[in-house]
């Protein structure tokens, strides 16, 4: 179906014939001899650890000759070591002192620099193109939580908008509040996905996905090498700017366009 409007707007709301996720080679990096490592840190066998996460000791000694685990096996590993993903694969932990090791378990590797990995999870048409998910407010308590489950990804609804550049990453979420007049509430806001945080320009609106506040709209100033924080600022003036720790952020999109469609009824 098509809606004119900014644009022609192509709607799926259907699903998708093709989910996968975007990750960098594990096999390539430290996970396998990271969980190896930080099972003998807790003097585990593989059966204890295998059976803290749920899995079988043979494929706990898959991962630690490098299969690669899907994206919901390799946060449980995270959350159970105490690590960041970033940790997890990146850095060869056992080269690592006593006191970084208790650092990057305190929390304290978070990487302000923009370098830090951030896996996401997209899905595709028939024809291998990346389709734009739409995030509905129902759904967005589950997205902070579920944004990398395939599961999830691919149950929301999908829709093409052939006018932006295809090299980018989209996904467009629906706005809650009058927060950012003159775009209305209600409305779906599309953004291209921002992996370097540190390239964020001050003065740019953007949706940032957090882990305590929910899904916010607002204008970026970038704070991040001066206090690890973005300053979040609304167009509205009756809201007051806030500062927003980088911990507290999971995802980060560029605004590009927005739409006033309704999925319930296009």
């Avoid at 896996?119 to 291998?128: E, F, P, R």
């Avoid at 509205?236 to 911990?247: G, M, T």
Wanted: proline share 5%; with cysteine.
């Amino acid at each position: 179906m098509i809606i004119r409007g900014m644009g022609d707007v192509n709607i799926n709301p259907d699903g998708v014939e093709h989910i996968f996720e975007i990750v960098i080679i594990l096999s390539n990096m430290y996970f396998a001899e990271n969980i190896k490592f930080l099972r003998k840190r807790k003097k585990l066998s593989q059966n204890d650890l295998a059976i803290s996460l749920e899995l079988t000791r043979t494929t706990l000694a898959g991962y630690e000759k490098s299969v690669q685990p899907p994206f919901k096996t390799l946060i449980r590993f995270a959350e159970y070591f105490k690590v960041s993903i970033d940790a997890l694969v990146r850095y060869k932990l056992e080269a690592l002192s006593e006191f970084q090791l208790s650092q990057i378990e305190g929390g304290f590797d978070i990487d302000v620099t923009g370098q830090k990995l951030r896996l996401l999870t997209v899905s595709v048409d028939g024809d291998g193109k990346e389709n734009i998910e739409m995030v509905p407010v129902k759904a967005q308590a589950g997205y902070t939580s579920d944004y990398g489950d395939t599961e999830f990804i691919s149950a929301l609804p999908k829709f093409t908008l052939p006018f932006l550049p295809p090299d980018k990453t989209y996904r467009s979420f629906q706005i809650k509040g009058d927060s950012m007049l003159p775009i209305p509430e209600g409305v779906w806001v599309t953004g291209s996905y921002i992996q370097n945080w540190k390239t964020i320009k001050d003065g740019t609106p953007c949706v940032i996905v957090t882990r305590e506040d929910g899904i916010v709209f607002k204008v970026v100033y970038n704070l991040l090498q001066k206090s690890e924080t973005l300053l979040l600022v609304s167009t509205n003036r009756i809201y007051k700017p806030y500062e927003l720790s980088v911990k507290n952020i999971v995802e980060i999109w560029k605004f590009e366009t927005y739409n006033g469609f309704d999925i319930d009824n296009p």
